[in-house]
C-alpha cells in the first residue's frame, strides 16, 4: 500500500509539472502572437538576437548617413535654384547689352536700360548672399558671413562696388564609396583656379558685378564704345555666362552622386529591415497552430490525468 501511494505521488508531481510546462509554452506563444514578435527575451533566440543587434546597427550607421545626404541634396537643390535665377537674371543683362549697342538707341532710351541694370546688379546681388538655414551658400566654408559686401553711392543709391568676403574652400560629404563630393559652389574662386568661381573667376578674369556696373555706367553716359567687340562688355558677359553654367553643370554632377547614394541607401535599407523581419517577426500562423497543437495536448492530459486520479483513488480506499 505504502509504496503505491508513492508511485503515485511521483506520477502526480511529474504531470503537475508537464502540465505547469505546458501551461507556460502556451503562455509564451500567446505573447508572441499578440506582439508579433518571435524574440521577446534573450533567452528565446540568442543567436537570433545577436544577428538582430548587428543588423540594427548597420541599419542605424545607415540612417546616420542618410541624414547628411539628405541636407547635402538640400543644399545642392538651394543652390542649383540659386544658379538657374542667376542664369536667368544674366540672360536679361545680356539682352540689355545687346539692345545697347543699337545704334538706333536714343540717350533716353540707354538711360531706361542703365536703370534696368541698376535692379538686375541688384538682384545678382541678392541671388550671391542667398542664404539657407542662416548659411551663406557662396561663401566657401565661411558660411556665417556674407558672400558679398556692397558699396553704393551715398547720393544716388546706385552700386558702386560689390566685394567677396567668402573663402574658396569647397564644402564635401563622404560618399558611400568612401569618395567625396562637392555640394557648393563658390562665389569668388580667388586662390583655388581647380573650382570655377560663380561671380568673380579668377581663370577667365571676369567679376560679373564689376562687368554690370561697367555697362551701367556707360549707359548711364550714353557711351556705347567698348560694348561689342574683341574685349568688350559684351564679351566680358558671355564669359560670366559661362562661369554660371559651369557651376551648375558643377552642381548639377554632384547632385547626381548623391542621387545614386540615396537609391544604394534606400536598396540596403530595404534589403536589411527584410533581413531583421525575418529574424525578429513572428509567423503567426505557424504559431497560432504550435498554441492549438498545445492546447489539445494540455487538454487531453488534463483528461487522462483526471481519469488516472480517479483509478488510483478507487485502489486505495
Same mark, same amino acid.
Given at each position: 500500500?505504502?509504496?503505491? +501511494?508513492?508511485?503515485?505521488? *511521483? ?14 509554452? &502556451? ?10 514578435? %518571435? ?16 543588423? /540594427?546597427? !548597420?541599419? /542605424? ?10 541636407? $547635402?541634396?538640400?543644399?545642392? %537643390? ?33 538711360? $531706361?536700360?542703365? #536703370?534696368?541694370? #541698376? ?29 558679398? !559686401? ?12 560689390? @566685394? ?7 564644402? #564635401? ?35 560679373? @558685378? ?5 555697362? +551701367? ?11 561689342? *567687340? ?7 558677359? #558671355?564669359?560670366? $555666362? ?20 540615396? !537609391? ?21 500562423? &505557424?504559431?497560432?497552430?504550435?498554441? /492549438?497543437?498545445? &492546447?489539445?495536448?494540455?487538454?487531453? $492530459? ?16
Amino acid at each position: 500500500m505504502s509504496m503505491g +501511494r508513492v508511485s503515485m505521488n *511521483g506520477l502526480t508531481q511529474r504531470m503537475i509539472s508537464k502540465l505547469t510546462d505546458s501551461v507556460k509554452s &502556451q503562455e509564451e506563444l500567446f505573447e508572441k502572437i499578440s506582439s508579433g514578435k %518571435n524574440i521577446l527575451r534573450p533567452s528565446d533566440d540568442p543567436i537570433g538576437l545577436s544577428r538582430s543587434m548587428g543588423l /540594427n546597427d !548597420n541599419l /542605424n550607421r545607415l540612417s546616420e548617413y542618410e541624414n547628411v545626404i539628405s541636407a $547635402a541634396d538640400v543644399w545642392t %537643390n538651394i543652390t542649383t535654384a540659386s544658379l538657374d535665377s542667376a542664369t536667368s537674371t544674366w540672360k536679361r543683362v545680356n539682352e540689355v547689352a545687346i539692345g545697347a549697342a543699337d545704334g538706333t538707341k536714343t540717350a533716353e532710351d540707354r538711360l $531706361a536700360m542703365a #536703370e534696368e541694370l #541698376e535692379q538686375l546688379l541688384q538682384h545678382m546681388i541678392q541671388i550671391g548672399n542667398t542664404t539657407h538655414g542662416g548659411r551663406y551658400i557662396f561663401s566657401g566654408s565661411k558660411t556665417q558671413t556674407p558672400a558679398f !559686401n556692397v558699396e553704393t553711392d551715398p547720393n544716388t543709391g546706385r552700386v558702386t562696388g560689390v @566685394f567677396f568676403q567668402g573663402n574658396s574652400e569647397t564644402r #564635401e560629404v563622404k560618399t558611400k564609396d568612401g569618395g567625396v563630393v562637392p555640394i557648393n559652389a563658390l562665389g569668388s574662386n580667388g586662390g583655388n583656379p581647380d573650382v570655377p568661381g560663380t561671380f568673380i573667376d579668377s581663370t577667365s578674369g571676369v567679376n560679373a @558685378f564689376n562687368t554690370l556696373i561697367e555697362l +551701367r555706367d556707360k549707359l548711364l553716359n550714353n557711351d556705347t564704345i567698348g560694348l561689342s *567687340g574683341e574685349g568688350g562688355v559684351i564679351e566680358d558677359i #558671355e564669359k560670366a $555666362a559661362r562661369n554660371i553654367t559651369t557651376s551648375q553643370v558643377r552642381v548639377g554632377g554632384s547632385q547626381e552622386i548623391l542621387e545614386l547614394d540615396k !537609391n544604394r541607401l534606400i536598396e540596403q535599407n530595404s534589403i536589411i529591415e527584410q533581413r531583421i523581419s525575418e529574424i525578429e517577426d513572428a509567423d503567426t500562423v &505557424q504559431l497560432i497552430l504550435e498554441l /492549438n497543437n498545445i &492546447q489539445n495536448v494540455y487538454e487531453a $492530459a488534463l483528461s487522462a490525468g483526471g481519469k488516472l486520479f480517479q483509478q488510483g483513488l478507487l485502489n486505495f480506499i
